[in-house]
């Protein structure tokens, strides 16, 4: 009975997680796309929603958090660090060091961008300034973290290593938390003279202030629509897109210990993994659901999404909504078939329809996008259009049919309608990352730790504690998701509208044939794989890692280069592409408010 208690609690906690991140992800993306809109439409953006609370008040939310994150890591390395030996000891010094490094230029570059704003105060600003560019600081970091790297690599195994160890350790520890607490001290400091501080969080809270305000809207039903049907309708449009995302697991199973009964003890997580087999006993999954058919599931529930619309169009007696209703029915369906085929190829590849186990087959040999890539660009064309995002909303096109399927509706009605298109973007995303983009698997990182090597010959290997090594694929499955919400967002500004016989078109005209011509040729080369000697196997092997090796070297090329863009100074400037634009400019420009920015 105590197991299944403890069964249960483990599910309701992963439940509420995976719902709070789908749906705090589609707050964000809310934001973002207004920010977006803002910056490429020049019009007002999310910033002007803003909360006034008392100077000590603000220095107290700067200081607090940082003291208890400050004394968190030293905490840890004093109670943990004697415990530590070996491989273990050396892969916590690496993490520790490198993530000082990280905070100390991290801290330097955010006060000297602040300095750049509002000018010289003190002597550290001008310090800051001195020192020009602040791309200077983002370098000076790069290379001290190649420096720290290389010197544990050199020295590893010898005397000066244990002690270069022993230094990254509690040195580290030590340099963190001053590192944290300066930052907080000055960005407390800093607004010590000042009346009040305003809250923006970066324009986060106007999504919070619209939501806030939809609640309060009046609920208008129209006179002659059906009144259990209408409200039905964005229940039935919403929910599913959420509980999908039960079957997507956030990360690899965590392993915990057991006791005689064979239950799972949940204060003794093991410290260590091998790099192959699994845990049997305390083994707990980071998906909510872990069954055999998860595809099948998600597929199964993400088309009743039709449903919701078709029944919102129909009910609302409007000529206008039963069109959207219409277009929203044919649409989807029409694209859901482009869906299912285009992952038939990756089931022949990875033989299974369990998303754990299609992670796990990209884990060891290479990631889904590499032997599926015409299968990756339909199925993430045919997702753009099953959440009806621009290029493919034709069910809500506001040039022709007003609002489309939810014309009449308001109030939290219609933001379940709105917000579910965002979901369905998130869910989207998540899907396509766990079956085309390795899911929570990192390049050359596996179960024990990491492990660099092309092939039989190992260049770097370095054993990671299992928690460690679980929340790095969980963060980087929510950056692959993330990433992929990001490009959808980008097409939603840079593409227009199709027209309908266009859409219906692409649909059954273009992806639909083109997705069984990949399901042949995938049969095609399957067979010729399982024909194959062990040579050629040993050079899809290699290939595969190549791959890998591919993605870590683009992905931190790309980080580096997102970096150097947002250290880039702005570059605005105004096009007049109306007469009116250009009559406002020669009569001296209009009247701007400080608080309109995007």
């Known amino acids: 009975m105590n197991m299944d208690w403890v069964e249960f609690g483990l599910s309701a906690a992963k439940a509420f997680a995976v719902v709070m991140f789908a749906m705090n992800l589609a707050v964000l993306l809310t934001w973002a796309d207004r920010r977006q809109g803002a ?100 370098y000076f970091g790069l290379g001290m973290h190649a420096v720290s790297l290389a010197l544990g690599a050199f020295y590893r195994g ?117 790099a192959t087999g699994m845990c049997t006993e305390g083994a707990v999954s980071l998906g909510v659901l872990d069954i055999n058919v998860g595809i099948l599931y998600f597929f199964a529930l993400a088309g009743t999404g039709i449903v919701g619309a078709a029944l919102a169009g129909w009910s609302s007696d409007n000529k206008f909504s039963l069109l959207g209703g219409v277009r ?70 506001e040039s022709e049919i007003v609002a489309g399927y939810y014309t009449e509706y308001s109030g939290m009605k219609f933001a379940m309608f709105f917000f579910s298109e965002y979901i369905a973007v998130v869910t989207s995303s998540a899907l396509i990352a766990a079956v085309f983009l390795g899911g929570w698997h990192l390049p050359f990182v596996n179960r024990a730790g990491i492990e660099i090597g092309i092939g039989d010959t190992v260049l770097f290997s370095q054993q990671l504690p299992h928690l460690l090594v679980v929340l790095l694929g969980v963060a980087g499955f929510i950056g692959k998701t993330i990433l992929l919400c990001w490009v959808q967002l980008t097409i939603r500004w840079t593409l227009p509208r199709f027209r309908y016989d266009q859409l219906m078109r692409l649909g059954w005209r273009k992806l639909l044939p083109a997705s069984l011509v990949n399901i042949l040729a995938t049969g095609l080369l399957v067979l010729l794989v399982q024909n194959a000697g062990p ?30 863009f947002l250290l880039e100074p702005p570059n605005k400037r105004r096009l007049l592409v109306t007469s009116t634009a250009q009559f406002a400019a020669a009569m001296g420009g209009t009247r701007t408010a400080a608080r309109m920015q995007a």
């Open 535 to 564: 040579r050629f196997e040993k050079a899809l092997g290699t290939a595969g890692d190549l791959t890998m090796a591919l993605v870590a070297v683009a992905g931190l090329f790309a980080f580096v280069r997102f970096v150097l």
């Open 39 to 138: 910056a490429i439409q020049d019009r007002v953006g999310p910033n002007r929603a803003v909360a006034w609370i008392p100077t000590k008040v603000a220095q107290a939310l700067a200081v607090l958090p940082a003291l208890g994150v400050a004394a968190a890591l030293p905490a840890y390395v004093k109670l943990r660090g004697p415990e530590l030996t070996g491989s273990a000891e050396v892969g916590a010094s690496l993490i520790i060091s490198q993530l000082a490094i990280f905070w100390v230029w991290l801290t330097a570059l955010v006060i000297r961008g602040r300095v750049a704003r509002r000018g010289v105060r003190n002597s550290f600003d001008a310090f800051l300034a001195g020192l020009g560019d602040p791309r200077r600081i983002f």
């Open 328 to 397: 929203a029915a044919s649409q989807m369906v029409s694209y859901e078939v482009t869906m299912g085929l285009t992952l038939i190829g990756a089931f022949m590849i990875y033989g299974t329809l369990q998303v754990d186990d299609m992670i796990r087959w990209q884990a060891e040999n290479t990631w889904g996008i590499f032997v599926q890539p015409l299968a990756f660009v339909m199925f993430f064309a045919a997702a753009v259009a099953e959440s009806k995002r621009i290029p493919f909303d034709l069910p809500e096109g």
């Open 158 to 274: 010898t005397q000066t290593g244990d002690a270069l160890t022993s230094i990254g350790l509690y040195g580290g520890a030590a340099v963190f938390a001053f590192a944290v607490l300066f930052g907080a001290g000055y960005g407390a400091y800093s607004i010590r003279n000042e009346p009040r501080i305003g809250l923006r969080l970066i324009g986060l809270l106007h999504p919070a202030a619209d939501g806030l305000k939809t609640l309060f809207k009046e609920d208008f039903i129209p006179p002659r629509a059906d009144r259990l049907l209408h409200s039905l309708a964005p229940l039935i449009a919403f929910f599913p897109a959420l509980v999908v995302l039960a079957v997507v697991p956030f990360g690899d199973t965590l392993c915990f210990g057991v006791d005689e009964s064979g239950s799972i003890q949940l204060t003794e997580l093991m410290p260590v993994v091998p």
